[in-house]
């Protein structure tokens, strides 16, 4: 069996989706295609069902999905284990983390790091789900759950706050203004519930009933840009919506949800020099920028 053929399985597995997979290999779709369906051939089993909206696992393709990720996690720790014998402070660190904390709060800060290691690269990995650091998916995940599994190492990142928002000059915000509506009246802008990768992003368990959104996405991104727009109102992330000076908190006292971060990462992975910078870095960032994350509620 081709190690190769493995490696292009697992990324498969992970992305779900055959062109994410392709891209990330640095392959033609048709190539992993192809890798793929030689090595069903060769176990003579069908490893992913295939359909429209992407690559899902067989049994058959879990069971090999636990044991290739064993074989890379201990090829990776030998690696690890011989990266530990050498000095310089350089490598890779892949972070796994969510789509509005990657590019409204990390990206725009990290800058100081690349000052303080230039020989330390990183990547985001953001995704409609959480990161697995039990799948060697990444070597530090910031997820919203706290994991169960106790072989991970895993400490509180920092809490964040979430309120509701409308930009201020739309007809939306005006109308606010005026009529003061009930919470279940306004023009809701929210998640796709059945997409939801995490409870703690159903935001509507904490408010009132009956409310039914005008717009949904399961990117948080394009939550903010319809509620930038005028398209209604929303929960946002403080750290993203109070960056936008067109954005205003309404129903302050009414509305406040607040989450948690937490880091994890494998054992093996925290004793890298690089890791544990970028680890140390992130737990500094957090500290240093607690007034963005829950920052002050308006005077009026």
């Keep these: 069996m081709n190690w190769e053929d493995i490696k292009i399985f697992l990324e498969v597995a992970r992305a779900e989706k055959l062109s994410q ?36 696992l067989t049994l ?42 990657a590019s409204y709060f990390l990206t725009p800060n990290l800058s100081l790091f690349y000052q303080q290691h230039p020989n330390i690269d990183i990547d985001l990995l953001h995704s409609s789900r959480d990161v697995k650091i039990s799948r060697n998916e990444a070597d530090i995940a910031i997820s919203l759950e706290k994991p169960n599994n106790t072989s991970m190492i895993v400490t509180k990142l920092c809490d964040y706050q979430l309120n509701l928002y409308v930009n201020k000059y739309s007809e939306v915000g005006k109308t606010i203004d005026d009529n003061n509506l009930p919470i279940n009246q306004l023009p809701w802008v929210s998640y796709v519930d059945s997409l939801l990768f995490t409870e703690q992003l159903a935001y509507f368990n904490e408010l009132t009933e009956n409310i039914v959104p005008v717009f949904r996405s399961n990117s948080v991104i394009s939550q903010y ?76």
């Design 60 to 101: 058959d393709g879990e069971q090999l999905l636990a044991s290739a990720s064993m074989m890379e996690q201990q090829a990776t720790n030998a690696f690890n284990h011989i990266a530990l014998e050498k000095t310089d402070e350089s490598g890779l660190v892949r972070i796994g983390l969510t789509e509005a904390l």
């Design 225 to 300: 840009q319809a509620i930038k727009h005028g398209l209604g109102v929303g929960i946002l992330p403080c750290f993203l919506a109070e960056q936008d000076p067109d954005l205003k908190q309404i129903y302050c006292r009414e509305i406040e949800i607040a989450r948690t971060f937490y880091l994890i990462t494998h054992p093996e992975c925290k004793r890298l020099a690089r890791v544990a910078f970028v680890w140390d870095f992130l737990k500094a960032l957090c500290l240093d920028k607690a007034n963005i994350l829950i920052p002050q509620k308006p005077t009026n």
């Design 21 to 56: 997979a392709a891209m990330r290999l640095n392959k033609d779709a048709s190539t992993v295609s192809r890798r793929i369906h030689k090595l069903e051939e060769q176990l003579a089993t069908k490893l992913f069902e295939r359909s429209i909206d992407g690559h899902v």
